[in-house]
């Protein structure tokens, strides 16, 4: 499985990026694909996930509003769209998975990062 994330850059407070996600290796239908995001000097934290076959999806407080998570089955890529960034959403910004029916929460596969940094 491989992961691919880019998209990531500089922007100004208040504006937009559009991160995406790649997938490679398996049939996805069965997972869920998730966005984490580990700040300098800060744990890595939970933004976003979605059910590949269901498109349900799930925000932490932080991203609800301003982020949108979604997926292109046809291209295997799952998209992360961030409005009204703001300077503590700086971070390097990690998307993953894991099976959806797995007794753990677990994510097994991880992308490489890409890094979001928003100038106040």
């Known amino acids: 499985v491989q992961l691919q994330a880019s998209g990531g850059g500089l922007v100004q407070a208040g504006g937009s990026l559009r991160l995406s996600c790649a997938a490679s290796?398996?049939?996805?239908?069965?997972?869920?694909m998730g966005w984490f995001r580990q700040a300098p000097g800060m744990e890595r934290e939970f933004v976003v996930s979605?059910?590949?076959?269901?498109?349900?999806?799930a925000y932490a407080d932080s991203a609800k509003g301003r982020f949108t998570i979604s997926r292109d089955k046809a291209k295997n890529t799952v998209a992360l769209q961030m409005n009204n960034l703001k300077p503590e959403d700086t971070a390097v910004y990690y998307c993953?998975?894991?099976?959806?029916?797995?007794?753990?929460?677990?994510?097994?596969?991880w992308g490489q990062g890409t890094q979001v940094t928003v100038s106040s």
């Open positions: 290796g398996r049939t996805f239908s069965r997972y869920i």
């Open positions: 979605i059910r590949w076959s269901v498109g349900s999806t």
């Open positions: 993953a998975s894991r099976f959806e029916y797995s007794d753990s929460a677990v994510y097994e596969y």
